[in-house]
């Protein structure tokens, strides 16, 4: 028997060190060659990292939450015949949202497998039937698993019909359809239960920026009150009249554009700030943010070019990117980048908030509900739509007045939603 030795892959970009985010085997267990053994992530981006022999796992060099050099040693599998070691050159890239283990969701889209290297070593699994019986702990992600627990569904009772066995939110469905036992709910009692749970992956990520943005953003947020009945109507009869092919119209396109004319005016406020170098850079490119919530977290996606679509384009683009947030196939490029932001909790929006700025950007424009309201029009009360917008600046770049200015002509455009037809 030899002991093969796999190392820390290079995942890309001059990345020195990755997070360990998943582990799928423990020492001891049996591994087969294209078996997922763990998954490391840099950023947004995460890799899961494939057995390259078959045998059993003789330890793991390293706990989840860990930090990991590149070509640091990982894991050492007891192999029939001579051993070895391997540092993979490059591994297939995942765009990934996720969160702290068996906590919280996480979903992953793989990219196509590179060719193989001249070490043979294949760089994803091959997708292969396997039911897991009771006694083996369930290959899944963290977001089938927390599935799995909010439907009371025990996963050892599951088939898995990914790679190496691992279990697919298809597969779940397909157990859902045959019934699953009722829950009974838990009588008045005391709990002392007391959970803790490491904050890893996006999680650490989000928290991360969260305090680099609070810290070293001094906010001013200017809150404003906006009559959108006349552009609530407008976007009523677009919707009414839009082909087959169109998307349906929110309110988030009209602001979208709304804010292109209004940078063009400002362009300080189309800006971002390395506060180190000290250094504004403003960009005539408007690639807008838009703060989305996904089962796993708050992730960013970015229209780009904003700048050069129309209301249709932008409406159709922001749906195939928080689509493509919440599924975890957004590419990276589609997850950074952005100049400024918007964010919007829908209907759950509030009167007011106070958004947090997205580091390194000076603005971010935050959109609360739309509300029925009483307005005096000099002769009597009338009932009128209004939405208030919340929007946050960095004080160091953008004064006050500047920040009224962008808002106000903001208010302008979406009060006369004709002006953001209009061409300068």
Known sequence: ??????????????????????????????????????????????????????????WLGAEIGDTVAVKAPLVRIEVAGEGGELTATAMPETVTIETVEEQAPVTKVESPPPPESKKAVKAAPVARVEVQTPAEKP??????????????????????????????????????????????????????AVEEIKVTGLRRRIS???????????????????????LEDLRATMNGSRKPNQTKLTILPFLMRALVKTVAEQPGVNATFDDDAGIITRHGAVHIGIATQTPAGLTVPVVRHAEARGIWD?????????????????????????????????????????????????????VNKIMTRPVWDGSQFIPRKIMNLSSSFDHRVVDGWDAATFVQRIKTLLETPALIFIES
């Open 208 to 230: 991360e920026k969260m305090v680099l943005s609070t810290s070293r953003i001094p906010h001013i947020t200017y809150v404003e009150e906006i009559d959108v009945t006349d």
């Open 139 to 192: 290959i899944a992600s963290p977001a089938v698993r927390l599935r799995a627990q909010e439907s009371g569904i025990d996963l050892r009772q599951v088939a898995g019909t990914g790679p190496a066995g691992r279990i697919t939110h298809d597969d779940l469905d397909q157990f859902l359809t045959r019934g699953t036992p009722s829950i009974m709910p838990a009588g008045l009692a005391k709990k002392t």
């Open 314 to 366: 932008c409406a159709a683009e922001l749906i195939r990117l928080a689509e493509a947030a919440r599924t975890g196939s957004a590419l990276r490029e589609e997850l950074s980048g952005s100049t400024i932001t918007i964010t919007s909790l829908g209907a759950m929006g509030g009167i007011a908030t106070t958004p947090i700025i997205n580091h390194p950007e000076v603005a971010i424009v935050g």
């Open 1 to 58: 028997m030899g002991e093969f030795t796999i190392k820390m892959p290079d995942v890309g970009e001059g990345v020195a060190e990755a997070e360990l985010v998943e582990w799928h085997v423990k020492p001891g267990d049996p591994v087969r060659e294209d078996m997922v053994l763990a998954a490391v992530m840099t950023d947004k981006a995460t890799v899961e990292i494939p057995s390259p022999v078959t045998g059993t796992v003789l």
